[in-house]
Nanobody, 125 residues
Framework: DVQLVESGGGSVQAGGSLRLSCAASGYTYGPYSMAWFRQAPGKEREGVAAISPRGESTNYADSVKGRSTISRDNAKNTLYLQMNSLKPEDTAMYYC??????????????????WGQGTQVTVSS
């Protein structure tokens, strides 16, 4: 079975930085498109950023564009999200998503076959 393990979350002050990681295992073939989503209390899960199987193409939500960078190391089967200039509104549980369905929108929660358990990011003002 596919396993996705996120790490790197934590509590930071506004303006700080965090680097999230997602280690993927248990799959065959690939690589596959992957993405980061987040969900704040009382809100729907939303797409943050996505990356193509070999990293040649990326997408970002407007809310994080210019402050965050998604990347991947296929040799390590690991996805990353570097987040800079963090704001209190970035506070959420961040989830790794794996194996986007062909033709689906990168930011749709229905587009991915596998999800991690999440890592909490808390930004204080």
């Amino acid at each position: 079975d596919v396993q996705l393990v996120e790490s790197g979350g934590g509590s930071v002050q506004a303006g700080g930085s965090l680097r999230l990681s997602c280690a993927a295992s248990g799959y065959t073939y690939g690589p596959y498109s992957m993405a980061w989503f987040r969900q704040a209390p009382g809100k729907e899960r939303e797409g943050v950023a996505a990356i193509s199987p070999r990293g040649e193409s990326t997408n970002y939500a407007d809310s994080v564009k210019g402050r965050s960078t998604i990347s991947r190391d296929n040799a390590k089967n690991t996805l990353y999200l570097q987040m800079n200039s963090l704001k209190p509104e970035d506070t959420a549980m961040y989830y790794c998503a794996f194996q986007k369905k062909y033709g689906s929108s990168w930011s749709s929660t229905e587009a991915y076959n596998y999800w991690g358990q999440g890592t909490q990011v808390t930004v204080s003002s």
